[in-house]
């Protein structure tokens, strides 16, 4: 089970944090990451992180985020975070944090913000830049 946080409504240049806690079987847990829905647009993956061993602490970022967000783990809290720093209005929508603990981190390397490769999703927490 995953359970993000920290939404909210920010004005642009702003900042928020998201946090995206797992539960049940976090340990065999590969790699976790982010994405988001804008109003009317199709769910697209912001960033992602290898949990898994191999990999650890790897990272990958769509271009339109690259130097705003930072994706970071702690594996003693089995949590991921998303930094948000100067956000802008196009960064409004729904942020769902998924996770995989399947298969082996091959379609993570090629390709990490697929939502094909990810089988565990949140609820999602509401982000609002205005």
């Known amino acids: 089970q995953l359970v993000e946080s920290g939404g909210g409504s920010v004005q642009s240049g702003g900042s928020l944090r998201l946090s995206c806690t797992a539960s049940?079987?976090?340990?065999?847990?590969?790699?976790m990451g982010w994405f988001r829905q804008g109003p009317g647009a199709d769910r697209e993956g912001v960033a992602t992180?290898?949990?898994?061993?191999?990999?650890?602490?790897?990272?990958f970022y769509h271009d339109s985020v690259k130097g705003r967000f930072t994706i970071s783990q702690d594996t003693a809290k089995n949590t991921v975070y998303l930094q948000m720093n100067s956000l802008k209005p196009e960064d409004t929508g729904m942020y769902y944090c998924?996770?995989?603990?399947?298969?082996?981190?091959?379609?993570?390397?090629?390709?990490?913000?697929?939502?094909?490769?990810?089988?565990?999703w949140g609820q999602g927490t509401q982000v609002t830049v205005s």
């Open positions: 998924a996770a995989s603990g399947t298969g082996d981190g091959g379609r993570w390397v090629s390709r990490p913000l697929d939502l094909g490769i990810y089988d565990s």
């Open positions: 049940g079987s976090p340990d065999s847990l590969l790699y």
């Open positions: 992180t290898y949990i898994g061993n191999f990999f650890r602490g790897s990272t």
